[in-house]
């Protein structure tokens, strides 16, 4: 088991920045990537950001790619989200989640096996 511990939402005016943290515990060494995704109020999950355990590559969503930062620092075992430049449209309840295996893809949500409880991200305009 893998648990999750998101932090570092909250209100944030339109233009404004947050760094949202996800701390890792448990069997962290089965983890092999970490992905963040994001749902709004009566819309569907989406894919943000994802980081291999290792911290070799990243990905992004187009929405969020020259604004949007993965990171992870393995020896916290905590991954960060740094968003820059928020819009109205970034409001959301952002979750982290791990995929235990290798896959060229990081944005399918249910390749990913472990789940936060999620952080309520709103950006006013």
């Known amino acids: 088991q893998v648990q999750l511990v998101e932090s570092g939402?909250?209100?944030?005016?339109?233009g404004g920045s947050l760094r949202l943290s996800c701390a890792a515990s448990g069997r962290t060494f089965s983890s092999y990537a970490m992905g963040w995704f994001r749902q709004a109020s009566?819309?569907?999950r989406e894919f943000v950001a994802g980081i291999t355990w290792s911290g070799g590559?990243?990905?992004?969503?187009?929405?969020?790619?020259?604004?949007?930062t993965i990171s992870?620092?393995?020896?916290?075992?905590?991954?960060y989200?740094?968003?820059n430049s928020l819009k109205p449209e970034d409001t959301a309840v952002y979750y982290c989640a791990v995929r235990t295996f290798y896959s060229r893809r990081y944005?399918?949500?249910?390749d990913y096996r472990y789940w936060g409880q999620g952080t309520q991200v709103t950006v006013s305009s």
Do not use: I
């Not at 939402?9 to 339109?14: C, E, P, R």
């Not at 590559?57 to 949007?68: H, T």
């Not at 944005?107 to 249910?110: I, M, P, S």
């Open 9 to 14: 939402g909250g209100l944030v005016q339109a």
């Open 42 to 44: 009566g819309k569907e």
């Open 57 to 68: 590559r990243n990905y992004y969503a187009d929405s969020v790619k020259g604004r949007f």
């Open 72 to 79: 992870g620092d393995n020896a916290k075992n905590t991954v």
């Open 81 to 83: 989200l740094q968003m």
């Open 107 to 110: 944005d399918l949500g249910d």
